[in-house]
C-alpha cells in the first residue's frame, strides 16, 4: 500500500470518528435512504435480457418509494453494468461495495458472470439478493450473505424431469443443449436423476450460443428418432432449433426449460405457431402476460416503464425485490445487514408476486423458491395454458 | 508545351525540388539529366499529379495544372512512363494496354490503339495474353511505353526508361523514342545514361539537388565532356 | 445421417459466408484493410431488408433490390466521409477506423430498432421439399441461387465492364491506377460501395435463418473471414469456394462427427490448410510487383 493510500485512508478513518453518529454507521443507510445496488447486462448482446430484468425490480422499488418508502427511508438504486462478463460483473459488484457503499445488492442475471464475483460478497460480508442467475452454485453450497428467490437450474431440471414422466409413453430421450454453465445447472439433477425414473438419453446434441442453423442437430435428433426432446438452449437457439426441426421433420413433444417459457416469443422467433405446437416448457411465473394472475404486476411495470414491450423477462426481477422489502420492513426503523439477514431468514411463505413459489428461507436455506410449473401453447397457438406439474392432453 | 517555374516539391519535411524551371517545345524531346536523388523522378511525379507541389507553376498545353489531380493531368493529354513501370501484373499485355486507352479513348480506337502499339512493338504482339508480370524487364519498358500511347498523349513522360536493362534492348528503346518523335510526339526525358539521352534529345537540362544547374543544346554536348560529367557526378 | 441434406444446407450457410468473404477481400485488395464493420453491414442490410419488406410492404424482390442499393450507398458514403481523408495512413489506422465503424453502426441500429430481435418471415415458407430421404429447405435454395447469381454478376462485372477492369487495374497497382487516368478516389468510394452492397445482400438472405439484432453479424463476419483467409485473402473466387467449403464442412463434421465441435470445426480446418498452404488454397505466393 503506498504512503498516500494510508495517509488518505488514516484521513477517513479519523473524518468518520468526527462526523458518524452511531446510527447511521452502516453502509448505504442513511435517515432518509436506503442505497441498493444494482447490476446487470446493460450493455452488449445480453443487454436484450438485462433490461427488462432490472426493470421489473426498479418498478417494485419505484412503487414502494411512492408509497413513503420503508420505516420512513427512500430506496435509492445504483446502476452498474457487468456486460454479461465474469471479470467486469466482479468490477460492477466491487464498486457497488466499495465506492458506492451500498447496503444490499440485488442483479446478476448471467450465471457465470454472477458466479465469477460470488467472492466479493462472501469477504465483504454484504447482503446479496440474486436477480434472475439460475447456476446452483451461487447458492449452494449456502452463504450466509447470498439469497435468491428464482428458481435454480437444478430446480427447473427437477421441474421438466416430474413433467416428463407424465406424459405417456415417454422413454426414450434426445437432449438438445447449449455448451455452458447454464446449460449444465438445469441438466445437473436432471442427469443425476432421469434413470432411475425408467428414462433413457438416446442422442445428446450441442448447439453452439447464437447459432443461427441447427440442422445437424435436427438431423441428429431425427435420426435417433426419441420420444421427446428435451431443450436446454437459450431462446434464439431454442427457435433456431424448432425452426430447423419442423424443416426436416422431427415430431415432438419439447421439453424446453423456464429460459423459453415466453412461448409466445418462442413462437414469433421460430417462425409461426406450426414450429411450437408441441412445446411444453417449465415456468415460474403464476401466469402467462395478460392472464388474470399477472395484473397486479403487469400495471405496476406498465405504470414506471410505459414504452417498454412486455416480456416473461420483465417479472423475473420482481419475487426478489418483492422479499428484500418485506425484509427491509421487517428489519425495522434499527437498520444493519445483520437485521436484514435475520429477517430475511425469518420469511415464511413470503409473496413471490408474479413467480409461482412462495418465499421461504431459513438459517440453513438459501434457496427461496423451488416450484414451477409447465406451460404450452393453446391449440390456435394464440394464448398460453398453464398445465401445472404434468402433462394433460390440449383439446 | 511545357512550361515549368520555380517548381518546389518534396515529401514531409524534405524538400526535394528547390524551384526548378524548364521549358518543353512542342515537337521536341527534351531530356533532364543528373545523378542519383537530384530530383529528376520527383520532378516527373510532380509534374504528373503523382507528387504534390508546395510552390511554382506548372502550365501545360496554356494551361496551369500544378494543382490538378493527376487522373485530370492524363485526361488533359499528358502521359508518364514511370520509372518502376507500374504496370498490372495479375492482367495481360492486352489488358494493360485497354486500360491505357480507357479514360481517354472510346472503345472502338482502343483496338486500333493496340493494333498501332504491336506494330511499334512487335515483341509485344508475341506476348498479347501474357500477364505482365511475366515479361522481361526490356518487355515490361515497352509495354509501359505503349500504356502510355493508348492515349494519344500531346507530351509522354519517360522517367529513366533505360534503368537495369542491357545494351541492345537501349538500343532499342533509342530507335523507338527517335521513331516516336519523329512522328511529332513532344518528349520529355529523365535520364542518368548520358549516351541514351544525348542519342535523342534536342535539348538538355543538368538537374543538381533540386535545381537546374546548366542547360544546352544537345548537339553542343557530347558525353565526354568533362564539365558536364561532374555536374552528373 | 442423410448427407445431400447436409451438403444443402451446408452450400446455403456457406453461400452467405462466401459472400461476406467477398465484401472482406474486395476492399483488402483495394485498401489492404480487413473491414472489421462487415457484420454489421450485414445486420444493415438484413435490418433494410426487414423495414421495406415488413414496415414498407414492398415485394420481396422490390424490397431486396432496393436494401442491397441503400448498403451499396452507405458503404460509398462511409468511404467518402470516413475513409477518404485518411487513405494515406498506414493500415493499421484505418482498421482501427472500421473496428469503430462496428461500433457507430451497431449503435446507429439500435436507435431505431432497440434491443428487440425481430423476425424476418422466410421467403417460401419452412415447409422442406423431399427429394427422396433429403429435406431440402426452399429458403436454402433462394439463397444458394441468389448468392450464386450475384457471384456471376460480380465475376462479369470485373471481366467485362470498364469499371470492372479498371478496379481491378488499382487492385494491382495504384500509382498505374492513376498514371493511366483512372480516378482512384472513385473506384474506393465503388469498392465500399460494391463490398457494401454483397454484405447487405448476405445480411437479407440471412434475415430468415438468423433472428435479427444488431449484434447479428458477428457470427457470419467470423466465418466470413475465415473464408476469406482460407480462400488467399486477395481472391474473388477464392473466397467464394472457400466460403461455400467453410459452410460444408461445418455441415458434415457437426453432421457426422459431433454437433459439439461444429462450430470451431472450420477454423480447425483452416489452420491446417494454412499450415502447408500459407497463402490460402488459391492465394499466390506475395510477387514482387513490377
Not at chain 1, 437432449?175 to 438445469?186: F, H, Y
Not at chain 1, 435417433?224 to 437457439?237: F, M, R, S
Not at chain 1, 438459501?366 to 410449473?373: A, E, I, N, S
Not at chain 3, 500509382?175 to 463490398?195: C, D, E, H, Q, Y
Request: hydrophobic fraction near 45%; include cysteine; charged fraction near 20%.
Amino acid at each position: 500500500m503506498s504512503t498516500r493510500r494510508i495517509g488518505a485512508g488514516i484521513a477517513t478513518l479519523v473524518l468518520a470518528g468526527l462526523l458518524a453518529t452511531p446510527a447511521l454507521a452502516e453502509p448505504g443507510v442513511s435517515a432518509t435512504t436506503i442505497k441498493i445496488g444494482m447490476f446487470g447486462p446493460l450493455t452488449g448482446p445480453v443487454s436484450v435480457y438485462g433490461y427488462p430484468i432490472n426493470n421489473g425490480a426498479i418498478a417494485i422499488y419505484n412503487e414502494i418509494n411512492a408509497k413513503g418508502g420503508i420505516n420512513g427511508r427512500k430506496l435509492e438504486i445504483v446502476h452498474e453494468d457487468g456486460a454479461c462478463d465474469p471479470a467486469k460483473t466482479r468490477a460492477a459488484v466491487k464498486k457497488l461495495i466499495s465506492r458506492d457503499e451500498v447496503f444490499l445488492i440485488h442483479g446478476g442475471s448471467c450465471s457465470a458472470a454472477v458466479f465469477a464475483a460470488r467472492e466479493e460478497f462472501v469477504e465483504e460480508k454484504v447482503p446479496f439478493m440474486v436477480m434472475a442467475a439460475t447456476m446452483d452454485k451461487i447458492s449452494d453450497p449456502m452463504d450466509k450473505y447470498i439469497f435468491t428467490t428464482t428458481l435454480p437450474g437444478s430446480g427447473d431440471g427437477r421441474v421438466m424431469l416430474d413433467f416428463i414422466k407424465t406424459i405417456p409413453g415417454v422413454k426414450r430421450l434426445a437432449v438438445v443443449r447449449n455448451k455452458n454453465e447454464w446449460a449444465d445447472a438445469k441438466l445437473e439433477k436432471f442427469n443425476a436423476n432421469y434413470k432411475a425414473a425408467g428414462l433413457e438419453v438416446i442422442a445428446d446434441v450441442e448447439l453452439a450460443r447464437n447459432a443461427t442453423d441447427a440442422t445437424t442437430q435436427a438431423l441428429a435428433v431425427k435420426q435417433a428418432n426419441p420420444d421427446a426432446t428435451l431443450l436446454v438452449t437459450y431462446p434464439g437457439e431454442s427457435a433456431v432449433f424448432l425452426r430447423d426441426a419442423l424443416k426436416y421433420g422431427l415430431k415432438g413433444p419439447y421439453i424446453g426449460t423456464n429460459g423459453i417459457m415466453d412461448v409466445l416469443d418462442l413462437k414469433d422467433r421460430a417462425g409461426g405457431a406450426e414450429a411450437v405446437k408441441d412445446v411444453y416448457v417449465s415456468a415460474f411465473l403464476k401466469g402467462p402476460i395478460g392472464s388474470p394472475e399477472m395484473k397486479e404486476w403487469t400495471d405496476i411495470y406498465v405504470k414506471q416503464f410505459p414504452n417498454d414491450k412486455l416480456q416473461s423477462l420483465s417479472f423475473y426481477g420482481m419475487s426478489g425485490a418483492l422479499t428484500v422489502v418485506a425484509a427491509l420492513e421487517k428489519a425495522g426503523k434499527d437498520l444493519t445487514r445483520e437485521k436484514f439477514i435475520a429477517a430475511l431468514e425469518s420469511i415464511n411463505k413470503g409473496n413471490a408476486g408474479p413467480a409461482f413459489c412462495e418465499v421461504q428461507f431459513a438459517k440453513d436455506r438459501r434457496q427461496g423458491c423451488l416450484d414451477g410449473t409447465m406451460w404450452t401453447l393453446s391449440a390456435d397457438g394464440n394464448t398460453i395454458v398453464n398445465l401445472g406439474p404434468s402433462w394433460k392432453k390440449i383439446k | 508545351m511545357l512550361t515549368v517555374t520555380d517548381l518546389e516539391a518534396g515529401y514531409g519535411s524534405i524538400k526535394v525540388l528547390r524551384g526548378i524551371g524548364f521549358t518543353v517545345p512542342a515537337g521536341k524531346v527534351v531530356a533532364l539529366l543528373g545523378g542519383n536523388g537530384a530530383g529528376k523522378t520527383t520532378t516527373m511525379k510532380t509534374i504528373a499529379g503523382i507528387v504534390a507541389a508546395t510552390a511554382g507553376q506548372v502550365e501545360f498545353d496554356g494551361r496551369r495544372i500544378e494543382r490538378e489531380p493527376s487522373h485530370r493531368i492524363f485526361a488533359r493529354g499528358l502521359a508518364l512512363v514511370p520509372q518502376g513501370r507500374e504496370l498490372f501484373p495479375e492482367m495481360t499485355v492486352i489488358e494493360n494496354l485497354e486500360l491505357g486507352g480507357l479514360a481517354r479513348r472510346s472503345t472502338t480506337e482502343i483496338a486500333a490503339g493496340i493494333a498501332g502499339v504491336f506494330a511499334q512493338f512487335p515483341r509485344l504482339a508475341e506476348r498479347a495474353h501474357q500477364r505482365a508480370a511475366t515479361l522481361s524487364g526490356g518487355e515490361q519498358q515497352m509495354l509501359a511505353t505503349g500504356r502510355a500511347l493508348m492515349s494519344r498523349p500531346k507530351l509522354l513522360l519517360l522517367d529513366e526508361p533505360t534503368t537495369g536493362l542491357g545494351p541492345l534492348i537501349v538500343a532499342e528503346l533509342i530507335r523507338i523514342v527517335r521513331e516516336l518523335n519523329r512522328g511529332g510526339q513532344t518528349i520529355l526525358l529523365v535520364e542518368q545514361n548520358v549516351r541514351m539521352a544525348l542519342a535523342v534529345a534536342d535539348y538538355v537540362y543538368i538537374i543538381r539537388t533540386g535545381e537546374i544547374v546548366a542547360e544546352s543544346e544537345a548537339a553542343k554536348l557530347s558525353d565526354r565532356d568533362e564539365m558536364f560529367r561532374s555536374y552528373l557526378g | 445421417m442423410d448427407i445431400a441434406t447436409l451438403l444443402v444446407a451446408g452450400l446455403a450457410n456457406g453461400s452467405l459466408y462466401s459472400l461476406m468473404a467477398l465484401g472482406l477481400v474486395l476492399v483488402y485488395k483495394t485498401q489492404d484493410v480487413i473491414n472489421f464493420a462487415h457484420g454489421e453491414v450485414l445486420a444493415t442490410g438484413a435490418f433494410l431488408g426487414y423495414t421495406l419488406y415488413k414496415v414498407v410492404g414492398l415485394p420481396y424482390p422490390i424490397a431486396f433490390v432496393v436494401a442491397i442499393l441503400l448498403g451499396g450507398l452507405l458503404g460509398g458514403l462511409i468511404e467518402r466521409i470516413a475513409f477518404r481523408p485518411i487513405a494515406h495512413h498506414p493500415h493499421i489506422t484505418l482498421a482501427m477506423v472500421t473496428v469503430g465503424l462496428s461500433f457507430a453502426l451497431k449503435g446507429a441500429l439500435r436507435i431505431p430498432y432497440g434491443r428487440d430481435i425481430y423476425v424476418f418471415p422466410p421467403l417460401m415458407g419452412h415447409t422442406p421439399i423431399m427429394v427422396g430421404a433429403t429435406a431440402i429447405s426452399p429458403q436454402s435454395i433462394v439463397t444458394i441461387v441468389v448468392a450464386l447469381m450475384l457471384a456471376g454478376a460480380l465475376f462479369a462485372f470485373f471481366a467485362y465492364t470498364t469499371m470492372g477492369k479498371q478496379m481491378r487495374a488499382t487492385q494491382q497497382n495504384i500509382t498505374g491506377a492513376a498514371l493511366v487516368g483512372i480516378n482512384t478516389g472513385r473506384i474506393f468510394s465503388f469498392t465500399w460501395a460494391l463490398s457494401c452492397l454483397i454484405g447487405a445482400a448476405a445480411g437479407v438472405l440471412a434475415g430468415p435463418l438468423s433472428l435479427l439484432y444488431p449484434d447479428m453479424g458477428t457470427n457470419y463476419l467470423l466465418k466470413g473471414f475465415a473464408a476469406a483467409v482460407l480462400g488467399g485473402l486477395e481472391s474473388v473466387p477464392g473466397a467464394m469456394v472457400a466460403g461455400l467449403i467453410v459452410g460444408v464442412i461445418e455441415m458434415l463434421f457437426g453432421g457426422l462427427i459431433s454437433t459439439a465441435f461444429q462450430e470451431v470445426s472450420a477454423f480447425f480446418i483452416i489452420i491446417i490448410v494454412l499450415m502447408f498452404r500459407p497463402h490460402g488454397l488459391f492465394g499466390q505466393k506475395p510477387v514482387h510487383r513490377v
